[in-house]
C-alpha cells in the first residue's frame, strides 16, 4: 500500500468519524478508553473463533466472518483513540505507551482465537503460519518500538504494518464466510496424488494468514538492517 493510498484513505476515514470524534471530546471520553474498549472488541473477536471451533461444525464458516468484522471494528477503535488524542489535545507520553501495550494484547489474543479455530479444525499447517504470522506482526511492532527509543524513525519502512495486517485479516475472514454461504463450505479443488486439496473455502482466510507470515517477518528484517544503516552513519558522522 503506497503512502499517497494510505494516507488518502486515512484522511477519508477521519472525515467521516469527526463527528463521533468531536462528540467524544465533548463528553469526556479519553483515547486510553477507547484502546481499552479494542482490546475487549479484540477479546470478542477471539471469542467468536473459540466459539466456532467449539460449536459449529467443520464446513460452517459463519462464525469465521462474524469473527473478522468484529476485526475490523477493533482495528477502527486503533484509528479512533489516535485521532481523539490529536483533536482532543490529550496527547502524552503515558498514552503512546498504553496504546502500544494493549494494540500488542490486542493482536495476541486475536491470533490466540485464529489459532484456536484452525487446530480444533484440524487446519494444522494453517495453525503454523497464523503462529508465524503473530510472531512477524508482534516483531515489525518490536522493531520500530525499540528503533525508535533509539531516535530511528521506522514508520514508513516495509510492508504489513498494523493496518494493513487487520484489514488483511478481517477482510480475507469475511470473503471466507460469503463464499462458504454462496458457493459452499465444502468446496474443494483437489488434485490426484495430492495429500491435500488445492483449494477449499477456509483457503480464502488461510492463504492471506501465510502471506501475512512472509510478509510481516521481511518487514521486521527489513527495519532491522534499515535501523543498523542509519546507526552506522551516525557513527561515521561522528
Known amino acids: ?51 466456532g471451533a467449539e460449536r459449529s461444525v467443520r464446513d460452517d ?19 479512533v483513540d489516535g485521532r481523539l488524542a490529536r483533536v482532543g489535545h490529550m496527547e502524552s507520553k503515558y498514552g503512546a505507551l498504553f496504546d502500544s501495550v494493549l494494540d500488542r494484547y490486542s493482536e495476541m489474543v486475536m491470533f490466540l482465537g485464529i489459532c484456536y479455530y484452525l487446530v480444533e479444525n484440524q ?16 516483531m515489525v511492532s518490536y522493531v520500530r518500538s525499540r528503533a525508535e527509543g533509539l531516535g530511528l524513525k521506522m514508520a514508513d519502512v516495509g510492508l504489513m504494518q498494523r493496518p494493513e495486517r487487520i484489514i488483511l485479516i478481517g477482510s480475507s475472514a469475511i470473503a471466507c464466510g460469503l463464499f462458504s ?15 491435500f486439496p488445492l483449494f477449499e473455502t477456509i483457503t480464502i482466510f488461510t492463504f492471506p494468514l501465510f502471506i501475512l507470515a512472509i510478509l510481516a517477518n521481511i518487514t521486521a528484517w527489513n527495519r532491522l538492517k534499515k535501523a543498523e544503516e542509519m546507526l552506522m552513519q551516525e557513527e561515521f558522522a561522528k
Open 181 to 195: 454461504v454462496f458457493v459452499g463450505g465444502d468446496f474443494k479443488i483437489t488434485v490426484p496424488g495430492m495429500e
Open 61 to 79: 464458516h459463519s462464525t469465521v466472518a462474524i469473527g473478522g468484522v468484529i476485526i475490523l471494528l477493533a482495528g477502527l477503535m486503533d484509528m
Open 1 to 51: 500500500m503506497s503512502a499517497g493510498w494510505k494516507n488518502n484513505g486515512q484522511q477519508l476515514v477521519y472525515t467521516v468519524l469527526n463527528p463521533l470524534i468531536q462528540l467524544m471530546v465533548r463528553t469526556g471520553v479519553t483515547p486510553n478508553m477507547i484502546t481499552f474498549l479494542g482490546l475487549l472488541i479484540n477479546v470478542a473477536a477471539s471469542a467468536m473463533f473459540i466459539y
Open 123 to 138: 487446519y494444522f499447517l494453517s495453525s503454523l503460519f497464523a503462529f508465524i504470522a503473530m510472531i512477524g506482526s508482534i
